[in-house]
T-cell receptor, first 117, second 114 residues
Framework: GAVVSQHPSRVICKSGTSVKIECRSL??????MFWYRQFPKQSLMLMAT?????????EQGVEKDKFLINHASLTLSTLTVTSAHPEDSSFYIC?????????????FGPGTRLTVT | AQSVAQPEDQVNVAEGNPLTVKCTYS??????LFWYVQYPNRGLQFLLK??????LVKGSYGFEAEFNKSQTSFHLKKPSALVSDSALYFC????????????FGSGTRLSIRP
C-alpha cells in the first residue's frame, strides 16, 4: 500500500531557531502534498497545499514567511518553521495525493511533534 | 467552502453495545467523505471512505458508516463496541471541486467502558 513518511518524528528546538520537517511518498509520486497542524486535543487544521515545482498555496491566517514549504520533487515536500517560538509547538502532519490517482487518493504521514523551548 | 461538524465532543458507550459517532458536512458538488481514528501521540489511521455507490460503507475494525445525502450526514457506527475502540475519531470531507483538500471535523473522543 501507499506509504508516506515524515522525518523527524519528533524534534525539540530552541526559540529563534529554524526547523525543517520532511514528508516523503515512499512508493508513489505525489504532485500535491498537504500540510496540517494539530494542537493538543484539537482537530487537524490545513495549513497549505504544496505543489511540485510551484509555490505553495497557504490557507487564510497562515504566515507563509514563517512556514516555508518547498516541493522540489514528486516524492518530497519540506516544511520549515522559521524563527520558531513556543506557540509553534504542535503536531505537524502531511498528506500526499497520488499523482496518477483520483482526487480522493491521499495518504497521511505519521506526524512530527515539534516542541519549541 | 466545505466544512464538517461533529456535534459531540465525547461519546461514552459500554463495551458490547452499539456505538454511533455523528458527522454532518457541507460541500459544493459531490462529497468524498472519510473517517479516521487517532490514538494518543499517534498519526491518523484510515477507517473508511465514501466516494460513490452504496450508501453503506464498511471499513476497518468492524466499523461502518452510512451516507445520507438528504441529511448531509455520514455517521460512523459499530454494532458492538470494544474497549480498544477508545480513541479520537475524525470525520473529514473533500470534493473534486475543492482541489482535493481534506477538511477535518473537530473530532469526537470515544470512550468505551468495560
Amino acid at each position: 500500500g501507499a506509504v508516506v513518511s515524515q522525518h523527524p518524528s519528533r524534534v525539540i528546538c530552541k526559540s529563534g531557531t529554524s526547523v525543517k520537517i520532511e514528508c516523503r511518498s515512499l512508493d508513489f509520486q505525489a504532485t500535491t502534498m498537504f500540510w496540517y497542524r494539530q494542537f493538543p486535543k484539537q482537530s487537524l487544521m490545513l495549513m497549505a497545499t504544496s505543489n511540485e515545482g510551484s509555490k505553495a498555496t497557504y490557507e487564510q491566517g497562515v504566515e507563509k514567511d514563517k512556514f516555508l514549504i518547498n516541493h522540489a520533487s514528486l516524492t518530497l515536500s519540506t516544511l520549515t518553521v522559521t524563527s520558531a517560538h513556543p506557540e509553534d509547538s504542535s503536531f505537524y502532519i502531511c498528506s500526499a495525493r497520488v499523482s496518477s490517482g483520483l482526487a480522493y487518493e491521499q495518504y497521511f504521514g505519521p506526524g512530527t511533534r515539534l516542541t519549541v523551548t | 467552502a466545505q466544512s464538517v461538524a461533529q456535534p459531540e465532543d465525547q461519546v461514552n458507550v459500554a463495551e458490547g453495545n452499539p456505538l454511533t459517532v455523528k458527522c454532518t458536512y457541507s460541500v459544493s458538488g459531490n462529497p468524498y467523505l472519510f473517517w479516521y481514528v487517532q490514538y494518543p501521540n499517534r498519526g491518523l489511521q484510515f477507517l473508511l471512505k465514501y466516494i460513490t455507490g452504496d450508501n453503506l460503507v464498511k471499513g476497518s475494525y468492524g466499523f461502518e458508516a452510512e451516507f445520507n445525502k438528504s441529511q448531509t450526514s455520514f455517521h460512523l457506527k459499530k454494532p458492538s463496541a470494544l474497549v480498544s475502540d477508545s480513541a479520537l475519531y475524525f470525520c473529514a470531507v473533500s470534493s473534486y471541486s475543492s482541489a482535493s483538500k481534506i477538511i477535518f471535523g473537530s473530532g469526537t473522543r470515544l470512550s468505551i467502558r468495560p
